[in-house]
């Protein structure tokens, strides 16, 4: 089964990865809206979060009306809004502003329902991480602080700077091994800027058995079954990929660093 999806060019609504088929847990689709244009959907036993990733619009969900949402012209432009939609909901997306938007609707199967709410700007998180040759700027969304507010999904979005690597020292959160790593899916969703760059994900396990490379350009995804996963931007060219995660096991993220390549580092 493929976990690398090339963009391409669509109107409307796409489905990238079906949650509970290309995956246990995770899913994606991207909507794109034209002037005024809606779109309307049910999440039945998946949690969704929409991510604006450019444009304005209106969303409606379980009697409320959110009104005038995102603004920023790209990912590159701002921090993220985002609205948390429960499963077993109706839920209706508006362009607002009289221009295009692109929404990503990210999911995680889920069992317990809880409210809708609105992430602005102001509530993400801003990270700094990493040093020189793996700096990146890590926004977290629907993270710590949405704790008792979800039921299962993570969701951030990463900016990795021109020629510098990020999710390094490369990391790990496919097994459920506690206090040392957790069991977790993952999917990134890629934009380079400009787009004529590129960035590279690697995705490899201890042994080697697992070992491959993906040239990844704007709109690119990659699904992040095992192993560790580390990405590099091309120098000259910024790499953003908005990440969603879930597992069997709750919310709390226990990552496991690649102990060789620490080792080496560290000696070095």
Not at 48 to 55: A, C, E, Y
Not at 152 to 174: A, M
Not at 215 to 243: M, N, Q, R, S
Request: glycine share 10%; net charge negative; charged share 30%.
């Amino acid at each position: 089964m493929s976990i690398f999806f090339p963009s391409s060019k669509h109107e409307g609504y796409k489905e990238v990865v079906k949650a509970g088929e290309d995956t246990k847990y995770v899913g994606l689709g991207i909507l794109n809206l034209e002037k005024k244009e809606s779109y309307i959907d049910k999440t039945g036993k998946e949690e969704k979060v929409l991510v604006i990733l450019s444009g304005k619009c209106d969303v409606k969900v379980g009697g409320q009306l959110f009104k005038g949402l995102g603004g920023r012209e790209n990912v590159f432009s701002g921090k993220a809004t985002a609205v948390y939609i429960p499963i077993n909901s109706v839920y209706e997306i508006e362009e607002s502003d009289g221009k295009n938007a692109e929404i990503a609707i990210v999911s995680a199967i889920a069992e317990k329902q809880y409210q809708p709410f609105v992430v602005k700007p102001e509530d993400v998180i801003v990270n700094f991480r990493g040093n020189d040759g793996y700096k990146r700027e890590v926004h977290d969304i629907i993270v710590e602080k949405a704790e008792g507010r979800v039921d299962r999904i993570l969701v951030g979005e990463t900016f990795s700077y021109p020629g510098q690597w990020s999710s390094y020292p490369s990391h790990k959160h496919d097994k459920y091994d506690p206090p040392v790593e957790t069991e977790m899916e993952e999917i990134y969703y890629f934009k380079v800027y400009p787009k004529e760059g590129f960035g590279v994900q690697v995705i490899y396990n201890d042994d080697l058995t697992l070992r491959e490379s993906f040239l990844v350009k704007d709109g690119d995804t990659v699904v992040i079954k095992e192993g560790y996963h580390p990405v590099a931007a091309a120098p000259g060219f910024k790499v953003y990929y908005l990440w969603i995660m879930a597992g069997p096991y709750g919310r709390k993220l226990t990552p496991k660093d690649d102990p060789k390549l620490v080792g080496a580092m560290k000696i070095n």
